[in-house]
């Protein structure tokens, strides 16, 4: 069929296409097209998490470096910020709630920097991770590449701090009498269980924060209340001893992952018979700390891959 046209050019019209009237879903499978920013399976994901390693450990340094950049200390800020809070907590607790008594000074600022450094590793992971998305929304939206990489690379981050945190820890550890142990070998398993930890809780604090940016802001209230119940600045199951608190709340507190890491790196730490008697390890305390590892790391990261087409949109 033909039809001539204004200018009295003939145009022949163009034959049918076997594509003709094929669905769009057979019609992308045929040539090999796939949806821009679709989920990969979570074995393809998790080998391009890897894929993009050296990305994270960059990422996390440049974060680590910026951090305190406007700061005239620059990066003594990464040990002044934890050890002036754990001043504070002595003067509070150690000071005017004598809750060192029994201890001895020796054994108690181990005691209180060793539970500040450790839950405040998993505090800033939290506190980044959840900002890790929606504070990012630019790097999202302009490049492709697993959205996991941002949590990790958070909680990277923190640990790095961390490991600077713990060389004044060990000054602490030498000025007051501890000397090296076998068992301090054992902080290598504890951090890398609570990093492990650490970056499931990031990857779900991201997946809530990017969906509710309000999360940020309620949060340190939430993270208040897990420092003081999980006994970083006091002997958490003697303090619910004397209150006379039931078995199970004992049970249930001395369990949860914050006290449990805690718990694990005060006893490879502090080795003086006084501190013996009062780091009390709960029972099976490694398999709650692999627990807790495996639960969060992998919960939190299929949780994490789950939304991952979603992160930047709306």
């Known amino acids: 069929m033909s039809e001539t046209t204004h200018d009295s050019a003939v145009a022949m019209s163009a034959p049918p296409s076997a594509d003709d009237g094929m669905p769009a879903a057979d019609l992308a499978r045929k040539y090999g097209l796939a949806v821009s920013g679709a989920r990969p399976s979570l074995p ?12 994270i450990v960059a990422f996390s340094r440049a974060k680590l470096t910026a951090q305190y950049s406007q700061a005239k200390l620059g990066q003594v800020w990464q040990v002044a910020t934890p050890l002036l809070n754990a001043s504070v907590y002595y003067l509070i607790f150690g000071v005017l709630m004598q809750q060192s008594k029994g201890m001895g000074i020796g054994t108690y600022i181990p005691f209180l920097v060793t539970g500040v450094f450790v839950f405040t590793f998993t505090q800033s992971s939290a506190l980044a991770g959840v900002r890790s998305i929606s504070g990012n929304l630019g790097l999202v939206r302009a490049l492709h ?22 060389l004044v820890l060990f000054i602490f550890l ?9 068992s301090w070998l054992l902080i290598v398993p504890v951090l890398t269980l609570q990093f492990v930890f650490n970056t499931g809780l ?28 999980s006994g970083v600045m006091y002997n958490l199951v003697e ?12 049970t249930m507190l001395s369990a949860n992952p914050a006290a449990v890491y805690i718990d694990l790196m005060r006893s490879a730490l502090i080795t003086s018979h006084t501190a013996t008697k009062h780091i009390i390890l709960p029972p099976h305390v490694w398999a709650l700390a692999v627990g807790w590892a495996l639960l969060l790391g992998i919960g939190g990261f299929v949780y994490f891959w789950k939304a991952e087409e979603q992160y930047g949109r709306g």
């Open 44 to 55: 393809e994901y998790a080998r391009q998490l890897w894929a993009r390693r050296h990305f």
């Open 239 to 250: 303090a619910l001893k004397k209150a006379h608190s039931p078995h199970w709340l004992t």
């Open 174 to 182: 030498l000025g007051f009498g501890h000397t090296p142990q076998p």
């Open 202 to 229: 990031a990857m779900i604090l991201a997946r809530m924060g990017s969906k509710t940016p309000d999360l940020a802001q309620l949060l340190p209230f939430i993270l208040r209340t897990w420092m003081y119940s």
């Open 145 to 166: 590449f697993p959205r996991a990489a941002l949590p990790v690379s958070f909680a990277l981050q923190q640990l790095q701090q961390l490991l600077y945190s713990m």
